[in-house]
């Protein structure tokens, strides 16, 4: 809870930046009033943003017993809350987790997740989110996807209409700066709340599992169809929130990229299964 007030206040005090820039103090003083409000809104309404946003859709276990039976084995295992489950209509596979906290929160998969990876995979992806939700990463992953929107918005609009005050003359080398930093700053603020994230949410998927190799198989698989396809409706501020940045076929090995690399992250899930088969084994 404390990183999340820490985040709200510093988008905050971007936005005042931003407001300060274009309109002076009266523009620094309704940002600050945006701000706050903007905070109060996304603690509520964040993650049904990003959910209607993928036109995801709840599904029971009337109508799809299998996967909601793995995602109620493995909350059970993490200790969790039963979350609820939505599917996107999407045929490249991919998911991610969301919520302002465990009894809140939403497991969201792909169409295309159950279509395209095995049973195993599943069930290693959908553990990896469950580790999500158990280690309360959602709210704060929602969140700064809903303000990374709002900074990026504000900056271009503010760089289109180019200032508010007309009684002074504004360097327009400044202004262009401004509608490209405000996007940066709200890209490396995903980055460093997201690549230790995952490394954490991968290793206790692979624990509640069981099945660190299926996780790891499923990451490889997931990216290898995100570098050839790129989701209808995925959005930079959102990328970080999957378990697999749905640019990847872009080129996301960048000083700004959401996610660490997944080599590496299948290398620590290989060690991972190696661990626990030998233990097997004594």
């Not at 985040?7 to 620094?28: A, R």
């Amino acid at each position: 809870m404390i990183k999340t007030v820490m985040l709200m206040t510093l988008m905050t005090l971007l936005l005042m930046m931003l407001g300060q820039f274009f309109g002076g103090l009266e523009g620094m003083t309704f940002m600050l009033l945006f701000g706050v409000a903007m905070n109060l809104y996304y603690y509520w309404n964040s993650a049904d943003m990003v959910l209607r946003q993928y036109q995801a859709r709840e599904i029971t276990e009337a109508n799809a017993p299998e996967l909601f039976g793995i995602v109620k084995k493995l909350a059970k295992k993490a200790e969790i809350p039963m979350p609820k489950i939505y599917v996107i209509p999407e045929n490249v596979p991919n998911a991610f987790a969301t919520g302002r906290d465990p009894e809140h929160a939403v497991v969201a998969v792909n169409s295309g997740l159950v279509d395209l990876l095995d049973r195993d995979e599943v069930e290693g992806v959908l553990a990896h989110e469950i580790s999500h939700i158990a280690h309360r990463d959602i709210l704060i992953s929602t969140i700064s996807a809903c303000m990374a929107n709002t900074i990026t918005t504000v900056a271009h609009w503010g760089a289109y209409l180019g200032g508010g005050d007309n009684d002074r003359d504004r360097n327009p080398i400044v202004t262009i700066l401004v509608f490209l930093l405000a996007p940066i700053a709200a890209a490396m603020l995903q980055m460093s709340i997201s690549r230790s994230r995952e490394y954490m949410a991968d290793e206790l998927g692979g624990e509640i599992s069981g099945k660190p190799d299926a996780l790891a198989d499923a990451l490889l698989k997931i990216e290898s169809y995100a570098r050839r396809v790129t989701m209808r409706r995925a959005t930079e501020t959102t990328a970080h929130m999957f378990i697999i940045n749905p640019f990847s076929g872009k080129d996301v090995k960048t000083l700004f990229s959401t996610h660490p690399s997944t080599e590496e992250r299948v290398k620590l899930l290989r060690e991972q299964a190696r661990k626990l088969k030998a233990g097997k084994g004594k």
